[in-house]
C-alpha cells in the first residue's frame, strides 16, 4: 500500500455510461427549461406568432371580372327590324385591358346600324356576316358599356338566335359570366 494512495470507496463508484448520459439529458432539460422560464411572455409569443418569410413577399394578381350583364332583343314588327342592345360591365375594382365583344347574329341578317368600334367579321360570302366585332377598349373597375345594334329583318321562318360573347386580354376569374344567348320565337 506504498505506491498509491487509496480512494475511499464511498467516493469513487464506477457508473455505466447509460446512467451517465441519462443524467446529461436530464440536466440539458432542466437548463432548457430555466432558458425558456427567464424569457417574458411577450417576447415568447412573438417567437410563437410570428410567420417565417421564405422568398420575396407574394404579388397582387391584377385580374378583371368582364360579363355581359344584359343581351335585349326587340322586334317591334314579325319580319321587321331586329335590335339588339348588349350590356358589357367589369365586376371586380380592377380595369379590363382590351375589351372585345362578338355579337352572333341569325345568318343572312344584315347590319343596319352599329357604333363606330365595331365592324362586321369578313366573310368571302357578304350574306354570312353574322358575326359583328366591337372593340371596346380598356374598361375602368365597376363600369360599363352599351351596345345596340340594328339589323335587318327575319330571313327564314322559326326561332332567331343572338349570342354574344364578351372577352380581354386582362386574366377573368370567372368566365362563366362572359357569353349570353337569347332566342325569339
Not at 451517465?20 to 427549461?33: A, G, V
Not at 335590335?83 to 385591358?97: F, L, T, Y
Not at 321562318?157 to 332566342?183: I, M, Q, Y
Request: hydrophobic share 40%.
Amino acid at each position: 500500500m506504498t505506491g498509491s494512495p487509496e480512494v475511499p470507496r464511498r467516493f469513487y463508484r464506477p457508473r455505466s455510461t447509460a446512467t451517465r448520459s441519462k443524467r446529461l439529458i436530464h440536466s440539458d432539460y432542466r437548463n432548457e427549461r430555466r432558458m425558456v422560464t427567464r424569457i417574458s411572455p411577450v417576447v415568447f409569443a412573438t417567437i410563437l406568432l410570428t410567420p417565417a418569410r421564405v422568398g420575396p413577399p407574394p404579388q397582387r394578381v391584377w385580374q378583371a371580372d368582364v360579363l355581359v350583364q344584359a343581351l335585349e332583343i326587340t322586334e317591334p314588327k314579325r319580319g321587321g327590324p331586329l335590335g339588339a342592345h348588349v350590356v358589357v360591365a367589369i365586376q371586380s375594382n380592377d380595369e379590363a385591358r382590351a375589351v372585345h365583344l362578338e355579337v352572333l347574329l341569325p345568318i343572312g341578317v344584315g347590319v343596319l346600324r352599329m357604333p363606330a368600334e365595331c365592324h362586321l367579321s369578313r366573310s368571302p360570302v357578304t350574306s354570312l356576316n353574322a358575326r359583328v366585332t366591337c372593340d371596346l377598349g380598356d374598361m375602368p373597375g365597376r363600369g360599363s358599356r352599351d351596345v345596340s345594334i340594328t339589323t335587318t329583318g327575319r330571313v327564314a321562318n322559326g326561332p332567331l338566335r343572338v349570342a354574344v360573347f364578351a372577352v380581354s386580354d386582362t386574366p377573368d376569374p370567372l368566365p362563366a359570366n362572359n357569353f349570353a344567348e337569347k332566342v325569339l320565337p
